[in-house]
């Protein structure tokens, strides 16, 4: 994986995460994921991931790729403060490798400042959008998160994804 695919997806990861548990509303997971990235809980952030938006990440990261080559994956990912050994990374899951990037030091330090602001709402079902502007690294980005209800819960879907791309 190199170096413009892990800011890619470091880059996506901080703007998907929030959570809150039960069928709340879709505004609270969203901002409870985005504060669980922020403070560096990897796997709290992952739970509010639909499994739709974890086979997309898992696609846009090359998570194959980057467990058919264990050593220079691992070199790799150690630049991003990330230590996994060859034998980590070659047996690695999506939810693994999307904890270890938010709890990793590099990307706790380019959350300090990291903001979220979330506006309209909008629930159709088990299907809900939220607006929401997030501010990372200086740059502010806004757009639409698309969640879905899943396991009694809202959980940002792949489609949702498209908003951190």
Not at 25 to 49: M, R
Not at 76 to 89: C, H, K, R, S
Not at 103 to 119: H, I, N, Q, R, T
Not at 150 to 155: A, L, S, V
């Amino acid at each position: 994986m190199g170096g413009d695919s892990l800011k890619t997806a470091f880059t996506a990861v901080l703007l998907l995460l929030a959570g809150c548990s039960g069928t709340g509303d879709p505004a609270s997971s969203l901002v409870s994921f985005f504060d669980a990235v922020k403070t560096g809980k990897g796997s709290q952030a992952v739970e509010y991931l639909s499994q739709d938006a974890l086979d997309s990440l898992e696609a846009g990261m090359s998570l194959a790729e980057l467990k058919h080559n264990p050593d220079s994956s691992s070199a790799a990912l150690a630049a991003y403060g990330m230590t996994l050994t060859p034998e980590e990374v070659s047996t690695i899951t999506i939810e693994t490798l999307l904890q270890r990037m938010i709890e990793s030091p590099l990307f706790k330090g380019m959350m300090e400042d990291a903001s979220l602001e979330v506006g309209e709402v909008s629930v159709a079902g088990s299907r809900a959008t939220v607006n929401a502007t997030v501010v990372f690294l200086d740059d502010t980005t806004s757009g639409t998160v698309e969640m879905v209800l899943e396991e009694d819960q809202w959980k940002i879907t792949g489609e949702g994804l498209r908003f951190a791309l």
